[in-house]
């Protein structure tokens, strides 16, 4: 399932109130500083943390698949009196008029490409908008399979006083061959009105150091730093969260 599909309806307003971690703005705050503005945030979601490197005076805007999650992230910046310039396309049909010094996604937002032909798209796309000397930043995860006792088991919050949304992990699939693990999931939106649902499938298709060297190398872009996010330390084959800075290779800058 695309992204845009996934993260629209009901699924919006779980994303808010569900997610389990929040987005620390300083590590992308000091990429922008160090690399340069324009700064451009893939998968810019609700507008974390894009909001707060605008509201610390950044000049970065923002671009995600999903229109509800475009219009929820302007939505929160005109909530917080912040100017920001937002955009709706998949981030492998990027075409926006202008090139970024810094590109980032917020996150491992990159794994939900959904297999490596449209990662390659993507790097493609990301090493056009690019300025020569530009960099972009991009985290990336291998996931474990959910525990099975997690499946079947419900999360919930209030939304309002009379809205329960609830999230329900239902099944799953996990190729390591396809590298990619597929979670059904079911999210409801509870008054006394009745219950709203929708099942969706989470998919994240993971990469390892040399497979995403590889699909760089295709895509006209050269790693300029790989980094394990547990040690510190170069990303070595068997990391499970490492942070890629790459830039444009010599060859694309002619």
């Not at 490409?113 to 000397?133: K, Y």
């Amino acid at each position: 399932m695309e992204p845009a599909d996934f993260y629209s309806g009901i699924v919006v307003d779980a994303y808010a109130k569900l997610k389990s971690t929040s987005f620390d703005a300083e590590p992308y705050l000091r990429f922008v500083q160090a690399h340069g503005e324009p700064g451009l945030e893939i998968g810019c979601g609700d507008g974390e943390p894009l909001l707060d490197l605008c509201a610390a005076g950044l000049e970065v805007e923002g671009v995600d698949s999903s229109g509800d999650m475009v219009e929820r992230c302007r939505q929160n910046a005109a909530r917080r009196g912040i100017g920001v310039q937002v955009f709706h396309q998949r981030v492998q049909e990027l075409r926006l008029d202008r090139r970024y010094a810094s590109i980032y996604f917020a996150g491992p937002t990159f794994n939900l490409l959904a297999d490596d032909g449209t990662a390659l798209r993507a790097l493609v796309a990301i090493r056009a908008h690019l300025t020569d000397d530009g960099a972009a930043l991009i985290p990336l995860w291998v996931p474990d399979p959910t525990p099975a006792d997690e499946l079947g088991v419900t999360r919930a919050t209030n939304d309002e006083a009379d809205v329960e949304l609830r999230y329900t992990p239902l099944s799953e699939s996990y190729d390591v061959e396809r590298r990619t693990r597929v979670t059904t999931a079911r999210y409801e939106r509870i008054t006394a009105q009745g219950t709203e649902l929708a099942d969706r499938e989470w998919v994240v298709h993971w990469h390892t150091p040399s497979s995403f060297r590889r699909l760089c190398a295709d895509a006209g872009l050269q790693v300029a730093g790989l980094v394990d996010d547990d040690t510190g330390g170069l990303a070595a084959e068997g990391s499970t969260s490492f942070t890629a800075t790459v830039r444009r290779s010599a060859e694309a800058r002619r």
